[in-house]
């Protein structure tokens, strides 16, 4: 099946710990995004990639860090600097910036 | 940055009625898309609408690029229609997408 997945579904972390999601797409595409959404709000972006090896920060990147060394691949890592962390992450992909952007399921991450 | 406004925030229909949400944005935009997060968060894309109108099935949109709107219209709502609709743009010389806080709509039988 083509699509968007994302692991784990749910998250529990403590403290000064940093943690890793993973958004894995056989899409082919080469745009990547990751986003973060609180309770009752939109999206805000966090990171985004067009291409293999290259990532720009979106609006709220302080606390995270991302990689894209494959073009399967975006993960994200929470870093014990992100100040308030719980909230459902989702990654997103197109077949490039601009285009259409297919959504996984999500991680809700929570912090102990 | 681009605001993204959406109306209403919230919506209650009975099964069977139409209705209309609109996406005021206050800046010119490359893109606009509209997407609906089901109960359990998944985000679908429902249209990809810079300007003109599109329909599929019970939904249409349509977007006003010079007056900075866009509406999305479901007619026959069904229950499986409940949850959050988002309109998200991509500002002119900008490589992402900003959402609006979105139109939570619940449909009941």
């Known amino acids: 099946d083509g699509g968007i997945t994302q692991s784990p579904k749910y998250l529990f972390r403590k403290e000064g710990q940093n943690v890793t999601l993973s958004c894995e797409q056989n899409?082919?595409?080469?745009?990547m995004y990751w986003y973060r959404q609180d309770p009752g709000q939109g999206l805000r972006l966090i990171y985004y990639?067009?291409?293999?090896?290259?990532?720009q920060k979106g609006d709220i990147a302080e606390g995270y860090s991302v990689s894209r060394e494959k073009k399967e691949s975006f993960p994200l890592t929470v870093t014990s600097a992100q100040k308030n962390p719980t909230a459902f992450y989702l990654c997103a992909s197109g077949r490039s910036p601009g285009d259409t952007q297919y959504f996984g399921p999500g991680t809700r991450l929570t912090v102990l | 940055g681009i605001q993204v406004e959406q109306s209403p925030p919230d919506l209650i229909l009975q099964e069977g009625a139409n209705s209309t949400l609109r996406c005021n944005f206050s800046?010119?935009?490359?893109?606009l898309q509209w997407f609906h997060q089901n109960p359990w968060g998944q985000l679908i894309n429902l249209f990809y609408?810079?300007?003109g109108t599109k329909q599929n099935g019970r939904l249409s949109a349509t977007t006003v690029a010079t007056e900075r709107y866009s509406l999305l219209y479901i007619s026959s709502s069904q229950t499986t229609d409940s949850g959050v609709y988002f309109c998200?743009?991509?500002?002119?010389?900008?490589?992402?997408?900003?959402f609006g806080t979105g139109t939570r709509l619940t449909v009941i039988p």
């Open positions: 800046d010119s935009v490359n893109n």
């Open positions: 998200a743009v991509e500002q002119t010389g900008a490589n992402n997408l900003f």
């Open positions: 899409l082919n595409h080469d745009a």
């Open positions: 609408i810079p300007s």
């Open positions: 990639s067009q291409i293999v090896n290259d990532f």
